[in-house]
């Protein structure tokens, strides 16, 4: 297993840019999560994906976010309109059918100024 | 819904002690899981253990141990012969009716030598 990659590690945007991360999971890992973390906290849940089927989403999601996966392997996040409190650590995980380890990420962290 | 508290916000140890952390959560499921992560700084977030509910046996891993107590919805984490190399943030987390992890705020651990 090369292990869930992320890009970019960091970004920092203005208020009201919009923003797109990139997960690439580990190789025929046909789950796929992303959560937010902020500083002091433990991971919320944003949303998965089984193949490219967004099966769950949080409520967290508002509507200026939205994920795709779109030939079931890579996933981009992409946050529009920044705000503030976007800023953020954003993780991706993945795992296979069989078993329930998920498998983490970098994170991409977000600076919202 | 399920929660996850953690209740100790740091912890220290002096290297080749034991130390336990505490975790205790709710849930309304019959069949979940639980998991201990290990989130080093600037490092990404790895799986230290995890407890099947219904398995009554409490899992093992190495220096790593929990000890699950079903009927008070408790789950902590002893780590034996502490390392330098164990100072991280722990957080605790459920799954159970969903593919989400939930977690707890987490506990940063201080290894003195």
């Known amino acids: 297993d090369t292990g869930v990659s992320q890009n970019p590690r960091h970004k920092i945007t203005k208020r009201g840019q919009n923003v797109t991360f990139r997960c690439d999971p580990i190789?025929?890992?046909?789950?796929l999560y992303w959560y937010r973390q902020t500083l002091g906290q433990g991971p919320e849940f944003l949303t998965y994906?089984?193949?490219?089927?967004?099966?769950?989403k949080s409520r967290l999601l508002s509507d200026r976010f939205s994920a795709e996966r779109p030939k079931g392997s890579f996933s981009t996040l992409e946050i529009q309109r920044t705000e503030q409190g976007d800023s953020a650590m954003y993780l991706c995980a993945s795992r296979r059918d069989s078993g329930n380890e998920q498998f983490f990420g970098p994170g991409t962290r977000l600076t919202v100024l | 819904a399920q929660t996850v508290t953690q209740s100790q916000p740091e912890m220290s140890v002096q290297e080749a002690e034991t130390v336990t952390l505490s975790c205790t959560y709710d849930?309304?499921?019959?069949?979940?899981?639980l998991f201990w992560y290990k989130q080093p700084p600037s490092r990404q977030m790895i799986l230290v253990i995890r407890q099947e509910a219904y398995k009554q046996q409490n899992a093992t891993e190495n220096r790593f141990s929990v000890n699950f107590q079903k009927a008070a919805k408790s789950f902590s984490l002893k780590i034996s012969d502490s390392q330098l190399g164990d100072a991280a943030m722990y957080f605790c987390a459920a799954q159970g009716g969903s593919e989400k992890l939930v977690f707890g705020k987490g506990t940063k651990l201080t290894v003195n030598p």
């Open positions: 190789s025929e890992h046909n789950r």
């Open positions: 994906f089984q193949n490219e089927a967004q099966l769950e």
């Open positions: 849930t309304s499921e019959s069949d979940y899981y």
